[in-house]
């Protein structure tokens, strides 16, 4: 069994993400993921920037979990809490 991503949020340059998880023992988590240095040459690829510009590459393995908590909600007020681009773009 694996994660489950219940939601994603994408840093303003598009370079790194946080994934809130369920994780198969049912509690969630979240988890930091940042492009490779790989280009992707791909056109047809999802990870396209909105701009028209491809990022540097495509999403890395995400890293270890930040924490163990109860609630989805409780999760991602942690990484609110945590990761400075996430918590000043939710700053309003």
Not at 23 to 29: A, I, M, V
Not at 36 to 49: A, G, K
Not at 57 to 75: F, K, M, Q, R, S
């Amino acid at each position: 069994m694996t994660d489950v991503v219940l939601t994603t949020h994408e840093s303003p340059d598009a370079r790194e993400r946080v994934l809130i998880v369920r994780r198969p023992d049912g509690l969630c988590s979240y988890l930091r993921q940042w492009r490779s240095l790989v280009m992707n040459d791909d056109p047809d690829s999802p990870i396209f920037d909105r701009g028209g510009a491809p990022p540097e590459g495509e999403w890395g393995l995400p890293g270890p979990y930040c924490g163990v908590y109860d609630t989805p909600e409780t999760a991602e007020a942690e990484a609110m809490g945590r990761v400075p681009w996430l918590a000043q773009r939710n700053d309003c």
